[in-house]
């Protein structure tokens, strides 16, 4: 439940599933608030597919629970018109057309040859609608497979690595589609392993490793609570970064080309420690926050310290 009392679009709840030997999910719980794209972000292995798996009734947990819009899937009197999913890459009859295998699908769950039209247009395949799929690019399958899942007109969509195959044009396209579908109050889950990907296209994170959480939160609250570098260029690094160490900023670190690099100062506040050690600062530049490397380092177990407040984290490993 969401703190203003409706249900979450999506939730998890200390959700595990484990094969055999394998713990794919570990005590696993996050939201997904209505109206969100919320990125599901991990490596390869980490347990996303199978999550989402989990969340549309599709993988019995070993223990925990997940609900769609409050309720278990299987519970949901009409799925299609709740969640649409594309998850792994469409089985495609390739002699089949595209509008042909959109029909397919509508009358499985009770729709008119005219929404199928209708889904092949939102995803800017209509000029293709009859050709064949074993001729489609593997973009052109991805909208497809998206097509489909939008059939039913869902609330909620989820989305298994959609940017796998897409040229920079494609994954442009799918960011303002999906910006689009947003906007008008639904909810997207889109996983990806990597962060760039869906950086601007997300607005929430949840980000696993090993099975486990380790961050869910905002977008914009991870950036900020990560503090960018100041790249200095000084007539005495070492002597810089000694009299820095002296008054507490102990985060610098001399790069191969022979500037300081530093964490948790202003330039301001460099330049008034340099003056008085005899120190020139020939330039500096501000380096904005890497959001890919603070990703990596959360998901390698390398990262030591400085998780946001108040975010859950599934703790060191
Ligand atoms: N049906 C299965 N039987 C046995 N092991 C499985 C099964 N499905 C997944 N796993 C294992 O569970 C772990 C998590 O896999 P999962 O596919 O959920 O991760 P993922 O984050 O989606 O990774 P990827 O991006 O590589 O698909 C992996 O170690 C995987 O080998």
Do not use: C
């Not at 595990?16 to 972000?41: C, E, H, M, N, Y």
């Not at 980490?46 to 070993?62: D, I, N, S, W, Y």
């Not at 609608?129 to 489909?148: C, D, I, N, P």
């Not at 990907?197 to 905002?218: A, N, P």
């Amino acid at each position: 439940m969401s703190a203003v009392g409706y249900p979450a679009a999506l939730e998890a709840s200390g959700l595990s599933k484990r094969f055999k030997t394998v713990d794919a999910v570990s005590d696993l719980s996050f939201t997904v608030p209505q109206g969100s794209i919320t990125g599901f972000l991990g490596p390869n292995g980490a347990g996303k597919t199978t999550t989402l798996r989990m969340l549309l009734g599709l993988v019995r947990p070993t223990a925990g629970s997940a609900t769609v819009t409050g309720v278990p899937f299987a519970e949901l009197a009409q799925p299609a018109r709740v969640v649409g999913a594309v998850l792994d890459s469409l089985s495609l009859h390739p002699n089949r057309a595209a509008l042909g295998h959109l029909l397919v699908y509508a009358a499985a769950i009770g729709l008119p040859d005219s929404r199928a039209r209708a889904v092949l247009a939102l995803v800017g395949l209509e000029q293709s609608a009859h050709q064949r799929v074993g001729t489609f690019s593997l973009g052109m399958r991805q909208r497809l497979a998206l097509a489909t899942a939008l059939l039913g007109d869902p609330q909620i969509l989820v989305l298994d690595e959609p940017a796998n195959g897409l040229d920079p044009e494609g994954i442009a396209w799918l960011r303002d589609f999906l910006r689009a579908f947003a906007g008008s109050g639904r909810t997207v889950l889109v996983s990806s392993h990597v962060l760039r990907e869906v950086e601007q296209t997300v607005d929430r994170l949840v980000i696993v490793s090993e099975g486990r959480l380790v961050y869910q939160g905002g977008l914009d609250e991870l950036r900020r609570s990560r503090q960018g570098r100041v790249l200095v260029a000084a007539s005495d690094p070492a002597t810089l970064a000694i009299a820095l160490a002296a008054t507490g900023i102990t985060d610098a670190q001399v790069l191969p080309d022979g500037r300081l690099a530093v964490t948790g100062a202003e330039l301001d506040t460099i330049a008034a420690i340099a003056h008085p050690a005899g120190v020139r600062i020939f330039g500096a530049t501000a380096e904005p926050v890497d959001l890919e490397q603070v990703f990596l380092s959360m998901t390698s177990g390398r990262y030591a310290a400085g998780y946001p407040q108040g975010q859950a984290y599934g703790g060191p490993r």
